[in-house]
């Protein structure tokens, strides 16, 4: 099968610009298992958005629980970009219109204070690398009709990213115990997916540091300034409308989003 990446493409942002999902891409438009293709799919993506304007603020990291990556039949993560136009602030309402089928989980966010080009990137590196973390919630989202998805799915759809949103309390590296991190996520003052950092690849640091040697390999490393969701630390969780939802993670503090009840408001 000859790959049209940019027909690919096209077809997941018609999707995301329509509200329409469409149907899966494996054994379509990209071989099953075709994991290279795909990403070419996603950065096809990434060159329109931001030939359209938009400004790349960091990547999130995807698949990095086991239990996720054995239904897939993968044994990594996958990675996505994030832009400025999908950062939500903390407690504002995200209307559903610009979601098609959202679903919430809660993450460990390193913001980077410096380069990370050396694809041989050890922990002390990544240890000065980071300056600070904050409390995330990430709002997954995907543009293939009934989360439907194999790996080659989600990777060109830019690892089905949606929305995201930083809590506003940064905290040091150094005083944070990554690995034993319990995380609540609540709703209606319910926890609905509890979980700890070593539900993410055992630490989310070791998640970071995947990201950092993929990205440094292929030519374009994460820099200073850069945003990562490093992985979820318990189940996704689907969207109810007009529902809130906060996610308390120890050491870290809490964030929350909330959604409208329709996609007409």
Known sequence: MTVDYETAAQELIVARESGQPCPPLRGRL???GDVDSA???QQAQVRQWLAGGHRRVGAKIGLTSRAVQESL??????????TEETAV???????LGRLLQPRVEAEIAFVLGTDLPDERVTTADLTRAVDHLLPAIEIVDSRIAGWDIAIVDTVADNAS??????????RRLADVDLRLAGMVLEHAGEPISVGAGAACLGNPLHALAWLARTLARIGDPLCA?????SGALGPMVPVTPGAAYEARI???G???????KGVEE
């Open 225 to 229: 300034g850069d945003v990562v969701l």
């Open 250 to 252: 120890s050491g870290l």
């Open 30 to 32: 990209i071989p099953d």
């Open 39 to 41: 990403y070419l799919v």
């Open 161 to 170: 990213s949606g929305l995201f949103v930083l809590g506003t309390t940064p």
């Open 89 to 95: 602030p903390d407690g504002v309402e995200v209307p």
């Open 254 to 260: 809490s964030v929350r989003t909330c959604f409208t």
């Open 73 to 82: 039949g993968v044994y990594q993560p996958d990675f996505g970009v994030l």
